[in-house]
């Protein structure tokens, strides 16, 4: 997947010390607990588990790359796909020193189209952790609607945390001012 900045690619092995750079501030692990890894043998552990749950189908892995720069930014993946139902939770993370730029906006626009279009979805979902305004915000704007909030529905340092539930259909997205087909290029 292609956008006026971005290339969106499958996440290769040899990319993880690159993510690995990405993941590793306090202020982007803050929020993103399954993506913590504490070392490039844990990176390695989940790539692996990735690569399984991707074979099988119930996954895609992505890695966002600056076109002008060829740096990695960050990642974006769908998982939990869903093919009898049609759906499947949608993740993003992007480096600190790209926060702000509208990076998220143009991944996850393009991830949207793949997964509505090639994939033929008709429901993503987003998880959450609702302390993190700048992604609620970001979903709001593609279109997700809130839809609730599970109240401390998993534990992360040893504290309970709630997930805010949001979600998008295909058709929403279709008729909308972003939709498919409005993708930056």
Known sequence: MQTSRLLIRPLLESDLAAVFACYDHPEVGRYCAPVRWPDMDHAHR??????????????EQFIILNKASNAVIGTCVLFRIDTTNRNAEIGYALGRDY???????????????????????HRLNAVIDPRNIPSAKALLRLGFRHEGTQRQSY???????????YALLSPEWKNSPVGVGHTPS
Request: glycine share 14%; net charge negative; charged share 20%.
């Open 46 to 59: 989940w790539f692996n588990r990735r690569a399984g749950d991707i074979a099988a189908g119930f996954a």
């Open 99 to 121: 926060w702000g730029a509208g990076y998220v906006n143009e991944a996850v626009t393009a991830l949207i189209d793949h997964a509505f279009g090639e994939l033929n979805l």
């Open 155 to 165: 534990v992360d340092a040893g504290e309970f945390v709630d997930s805010g539930l």
